[in-house]
DNA sequence: CGTTGGATTGAGTTATCTCAATAGAAGTGG
DNA sequence: CCACTTCTATTGAGATAACTCAATCCAACG
């Protein structure tokens, strides 16, 4: 497995020099900054695969950092349906956009193979040092704006977009937010099962199985194991990732919905 | 039209009287306050069906409030696929989630009859004010909490949701949000196409007019006119648009997907 | 080496889409 | 005020992408 020894020891030595999420540091260590002593502290929790970190509608009186493995943050509707809204990998932070300071999402460990293993800190700190800092408070804000632009970009994905563009996106948005350990490059290793996935893109785990098929056979991934993934063609599946093949003459300007047609087979 | 003569007014006194967002008002309009001169000042705009407010990729520099009609929040494909991320209806603010100065969506007045009417403000004062009052600058972060929360909500509906399910929590989600002013109690206008709805909810326009003439069939709603609508069943309303009716006895714990079965016929 | 849980593959079903036609409002101009 | 156009909404019939159910395969693990 890819988080384990060496790779694990590496992502926790990059956590401990920032805490980031997509890209942009949440607290940077300079020595003496009031960020420090948060960033320090916190208590690292290791999960089993399921494990839960806490559940819609608890109180929030913690937020995480993700060292090794991934988090999903679901939503689970009475009876047993579930969405994956967002999962949380090496180095993002998460448990910090609650409304009310209740839980809005659920959230559990992911990562099938190995433990997954996060940092909890206290949300009353966070809080007070926003109150402390504007600066500071800024930089959660818009950390929040991010997400909520995420959170768009994927209602267009499960909208407006076949089984075959919404696989694809998944996959290049993996291959930029994991490491590039295993496989070579344009490599990396799935953190999350089958089924977790089909959850993400509102699909079931058969057509997730069925849609990685067809894009290896078609030449634009590799699958050099049950949770490894390579990129080979990252052209075309950035084209099947985004819209379906143009219509010729008749131009639809207006045709709102029309998912990839004809594409799972061969 | 329920937005003019005297109706329009008592919306644009009410505006007066504080800017709000779902419920919570942004700027109290207190003597003395410092919100009070930004909630007093910004130029009104009349736009008519389909004008564009601002395009994605587009510089932020306004934020709105709608006064009357209704504003739609849009992403495009390039290939013409669209999808309503938010309707803004009167009372709501919007264009203040920008990340980095830079639209994330479009905004086009929906509104088929009458003029969609909004008032248009200085992000940069907004801002200013956020920087010099932090407990300003909190309330704005809480709103996009909460923004963040509902796009979260919408995701599970467009996920693991089916069509009958996706109207009807449409349908109760609009008669709270819009001014109850025809149709008697329960009664409320669509001030969007079904077209926009469709684009909303991710369906095709046929589909929701169906399901529209099912609900109505089934007794749920009544619809007195082209755009009226009157909740005559909630409870009925709120099943179907919870999840699907539960299977039996053989309870499927972990069957993340099932959308609603046979509900479109009789 | 058997067991277990995830992943894949196959065959048939269905909810929703597409295409096409009709019906109804709203607006326009004589 | 009434034809005429135009846009929106509804209804019908057939096509299809994705789902369900079921069987098999495979890797990991005790």
Redesign the interface.
């Known amino acids: 497995m890819a988080m384990d020894g060496e790779g694990m020891r590496e992502t926790a030595a990059r956590a401990a020099a920032g805490v980031r999420f997509s890209g942009t540091p949440l607290m940077a260590v300079r020595p003496g900054s009031a960020a420090a002593p948060a960033a320090g502290g916190g208590s690292p929790l290791s999960l089993t695969a399921g494990e839960m970190l806490y559940a819609e509608g608890e109180p929030a009186e913690h937020w995480y950092e993700v060292v090794a493995g991934a988090v999903r943050a679901c ?1 689970l ?7 994956v ?1 967002e999962f949380h990998l090496p180095g993002d932070v998460f448990g910090l ?3 009310d300071g209740v839980r ?2 659920t959230a559990e460990a992911a990562a099938a193979e190995g433990r997954t293993v996060v940092i909890r800190r206290c949300r009353r700190r966070l809080e007070s040092m926003a ?1 402390a800092d ?1 600066r500071f ?2 930089r ?3 950390m ?6 995420r ?6 994905l ?3 977009n076949g089984a075959v563009e919404r696989v694809a996106a998944f996959l290049l948005e993996m291959e930029t937010r994991m490491p590039r350990s295993d496989a070579g490059p344009g490599g990396f290793c799935l953190p999350m099962t089958r ?1 977790d996935v ?2 993400h893109l ?3 785990t058969e057509t997730v199985s069925r849609t990685l098929q067809m894009l290896k056979r078609r030449g634009a991934i590799a699958l050099p194991g049950l949770r490894l993934v390579r990129i080979l063609d990252r052209h075309l599946l950035q084209g099947l990732g ?3 093949p ?1 219509p010729a003459a008749p ?8 998912p990839g047609r004809r594409l799972l087979a061969a």
Chains 1, 2 share one sequence.
């Not at 509707?77 to 969405?83: F, K, L, M, V, Y």
Request: aromatic share 0%; glycine share 8%; net charge positive.
């Open positions: 939503k509707t009475p009876d047993g349906r579930r969405q809204v956009d609650e409304v809005g999402l109150e504007p408070a800024r959660l804000h818009e929040a704006l991010r997400r909520l632009a959170a768009h970009a994927r209602l267009v499960l909208g407006r089924e089909a959850d509102a699909l079931t985004e819209a379906a143009l131009l639809p300007l207006r045709g709102a919905s029309a």
